[in-house]
T-cell receptor
Framework: RKEVEQDPGPFNVPEGATVAFNCTYS??????FFWYRQDCRKEPKLLMSVYSSGNEDGRFTAQLNRASQYISLLIRDSKLSDSATYLC???????????FGRGTQLTVWP | EAGVAQSPRYKIIEKRQSVAFWCNPI?????LYWYQQILGQGPKLLIQFQNNGVVDDSQLPKDRFSAERLKGVDSTLKIQPAKLEDSAVYLC????????????FGNGTRLTVT
């Protein structure tokens, strides 16, 4: 079983829509969690860290559910510029290795 | 702050040839990573350095891949000989080394093996 599982999508939503992505992980000892954003043919860039109590950054909300071993990302009021691939990332307990999901592709259309 | 620098941006080689990639991390970042990203997949760790020492190279195909970070600053990744399945983007990343610190990626080297 892979360390991190993500629905690859694609998700196609209109501007202004709310969209949510989930990501499940297999190792309960995973230590920290992140969402990265990757634009087409570009490098991944940190979108936000995910804290146990949940956290919000503008239109983006991240949640962590340790009991069910999943994290989520909610995007409200989608913009065209949100079109990208969103990568779920966790830091494992073995050497602090980072595990990346395969990414979820989002397209926001006008 | 200057970002992670990588070169070259693109490389096309024939199978069985060798190739080398270079990375200069953000100044002061102790931890340096090389990732391989195949189209449609997430990045996969090849090797992780802490200063000039290897922390994790368990997923590095050591029969053909090698990497070094001799002075604990910049790093090179080499493939010799290349195979068709090595076609991917090779991403270098660095972090300060703190447990929960995120990674900062360079813009990658896109390798095509023909």
């Amino acid at each position: 079983r892979k360390e991190v599982e993500q629905d690859p999508g694609p998700f196609n939503v209109p501007e202004g829509a709310t969209v949510a992505f989930n990501c499940t992980y297999s190792n309960s000892a995973s230590q920290s969690f992140f969402w990265y954003r990757q634009d087409c043919r570009k490098e991944p860039k940190l979108l936000m860290s995910v804290y146990s109590s949940g956290n919000e950054d503008g239109r983006f909300t991240a949640q962590l559910n340790r009991a069910s071993q999943y994290i989520s990302l909610l995007i409200r009021d989608s913009k065209l510029s949100d079109s990208a691939t969103y990568l779920c990332v966790l830091r494992g307990s073995t050497l602090g290795r980072l595990y990346f999901g395969r990414g979820t592709q989002l397209t926001v259309w006008p | 702050e200057a970002g992670v620098a990588q070169s070259p941006r693109y490389k096309i080689i024939e199978k069985r040839q060798s190739v080398a990639f270079w990375c200069n991390p953000i100044s002061g970042h102790a931890t340096l990573y090389w990732y391989q990203q195949i189209l449609g997949q997430g990045p996969k760790l090849l090797i992780q350095f802490q200063n000039n020492g290897v922390v994790d190279d368990s997923q590095l195909p050591k029969d053909r891949f090698s990497a070094e970070r001799l002075k604990g600053v910049d790093s090179t990744l080499k493939i010799q000989p290349a195979k068709l399945e090595d076609s991917a983007v090779y991403l270098c990343a660095s972090s300060p080394g703190l447990l929960n610190s995120p990674l900062h990626f360079g813009n990658g080297t896109r390798l095509t093996v023909t």
